[in-house]
């Protein structure tokens, strides 16, 4: 990480790096900055090891070809249909879960065994960069993977007739609240390699299926729903399906979407609060 370079514009013992007289154009400067650093690192990693970025395009792959089988035989849809509504759900309920929410505490775990963190103690990098780097990061590949999954819907003439712009943003809410979610399990609970998959496990797949994504939410008792309406991922679900699929307009998927809103932007205030804890515990070591 080459953060270090700022150092010459932050005062001695500043951990934050953020001088008295710094402005707020030259604070978004360092930011994006920091940030960019941060995710370049990651990427970088990722591309030289290959190995994750290849499972990461074949997972979306072979779950939506999957669900749109399943959807197409038991809802006698044709093959456009069945891929058109299995898309949504497999992307942000299951693709984005395991790359973003898996991938942002696998990376913050491989940071503290490979004492990336030690290093960041030294430099002026500030708790809300580090957490943007990541999240930058893991938009590339969600981006990518949104592409992959729509290129094979298209290309069996699945028709997406919703505002695609709302789908973007959809899509990067969703990406932030893995993220969020993440970083948080990753400062908090995961010490160890070994960790990882013992959390996303416990927390991720009962969401994944509360969340209708192997299991569509209609088919859900009263009772399920009642607690559905509690879980991120349902919403994501629910509000990419219907903007994406049923081509539905910002007023119909208004709750899922303000309710993704609202836990994407508490990620970020408790991603902050979890990297502070983390940082003190460190200290400690």
């Not at 693709?95 to 963190?117: D, I, N, Q, Y």
Request: with cysteine; net charge positive; charged share 15%.
């Amino acid at each position: 990480m080459r953060t270090s370079d700022q150092r010459t514009s932050n005062r001695p013992g500043k951990d934050s790096g953020h001088g008295l007289g710094s402005s707020p154009a030259k604070e978004l400067q360092k930011t994006g900055r920091e940030s960019y650093a941060v995710a370049r690192r990651i990427l970088l990693e990722l591309f030289h090891r290959r190995r994750s970025l290849i499972f990461w395009a074949i997972f979306p792959a072979v779950v939506l070809v999957l669900n749109a089988l399943i959807l197409e035989e038991r809802a006698q849809l044709t093959t456009a249909e069945a891929f058109a509504f299995a898309a949504p759900p497999s992307l942000v309920g299951a693709a984005l879960f395991f790359s973003c929410l898996g991938g942002s505490v696998a990376t913050v775990v491989s940071e503290r065994e490979h004492h990336t963190l030690k290093r960041l103690f030294l430099s002026p990098l500030s708790g809300f960069s580090y957490f943007l780097g990541i999240f930058l990061a893991h938009s590339v590949i969600g981006l990518g993977q949104s592409m992959l999954v729509g290129a094979i819907a298209l290309s069996l003439r699945a028709e997406f007739t919703g505002n695609p712009w709302f789908s973007l943003l959809i899509i990067l809410l969703s990406i932030l609240s893995y993220v969020g979610v993440g970083f948080i399990l990753g400062t908090q609970l995961a010490r160890r390699t070994e960790d990882v998959n013992a959390l996303v496990a416990a927390f991720g797949v009962p969401l994944l299926i509360l969340g209708g994504t192997f299991l569509p939410a209609s088919l859900f008792p009263d009772s399920l729903l009642r607690i559905a309406e509690f879980n991120p991922v349902f919403h994501m679900n629910e509000a990419l399906l219907g903007i994406a699929a049923n081509g539905d307009t910002f007023a119909d998927i208004a709750p899922h979407f303000w309710f993704l809103a609202i836990f994407a932007g508490s990620m970020v205030v408790l991603g902050w609060l979890s990297y502070q804890r983390m940082l003190q515990v460190e200290r400690r070591l």
